[in-house]
């Protein structure tokens, strides 16, 4: 317990803290519009909920992985399949449709199922800020470890309201889903990019890379979409017509 406390507030501490803090807030945005996303079309009364336990499981997520934070940093392919993942997330977000609601698709509609896609991509999109997490944490020579869950604690706040603010937001502009599927295909560039094994040969592509994902994330979206609405609006005239023949 002391050596967890040891260190704890001094100058060094401090000017850690603050590091941590302005990490939190830029690389956790991505996390908040990825809960919003998947929260989009639950019911009412299910939204909060779910963004309470997804977002406080994505956090249990991000300690354990910082546990592991110097493995992770030298697992090769991780990152590359983890983006790989990340771009069939984007576009199941952006073409599920379950409830049929909304101008880009429905999210997943049960509360257990919007949880588990958030845990799962958070799990992949957590890389970056654990391991950021992790190098600012070792430039203190004391309190490592209270920095670090200090760190994640911050956290917590800055993803639930990001993600009540992303939720109200995609509410009132429905487009926006697009957006954040963008977001998504974005990371997903950086995760491959990044990666240990692959990223030294993606790494000149990486501008192009980033450009294509978010091209073809949205553009298969806007596809199926457009093709799930052709068939929606043809089994409705079917239904129609036989109604009326019926008569």
């Known amino acids: 317990m002391e050596s967890f406390f040891a260190g704890m507030f001094s100058p060094e501490w401090f000017a850690a803290f ?15 519009i990825l809960i919003a996303l998947a929260c989009k079309n639950l019911p009412p009364h299910h939204r909060g909920r779910a963004i309470i336990v997804g977002g406080m499981g994505a956090v249990l997520i991000r300690i354990c992985c910082t546990l592991f934070a110097t493995g ?44 588990r896609t958030i845990l799962i991509a958070d799990f992949i999109m957590s890389i970056d800020n654990v391991l950021s997490l992790a190098g600012v944490a070792n430039t203190v020579p004391e309190g490592k470890w209270s920095l670090i869950i200090c760190g994640l604690l911050v956290s917590i706040p800055i993803v639930l309201c990001g993600a009540q603010f992303f939720l109200v937001l995609m509410k009132k502009v429905p487009a926006l889903v697009y957006a954040g599927a963008a977001i998504l295909a974005y990371t997903a560039a950086e995760l491959m990019t990044n990666d240990k094994a692959l990223g030294s040969y993606l790494l000149a592509y990486a501008p192009f890379l980033k450009g294509a994902f978010i091209a073809g994330v ?30």
């Open 18 to 32: 603050t590091s941590i803090v302005l990490l939190d807030l830029i690389l956790s945005g991505d996390n908040a």
């Open 72 to 115: 992770l940093l030298a697992a090769p392919y991780l990152e590359f399949i983890g983006g790989a993942l990340l771009l069939y997330i984007a576009i199941k977000l952006l073409t599920d449709h379950k409830s049929g609601s909304g101008s880009g698709g429905a999210q997943p509609t049960t509360f257990w199922a919007a949880v």
């Open 218 to 247: 949205l553009g298969l979206g806007l596809y199926l979409n457009h093709r799930w609405q052709k068939a929606q609006k043809s089994q409705k005239s079917q239904a129609q017509e036989t109604e009326l023949e019926s008569r």
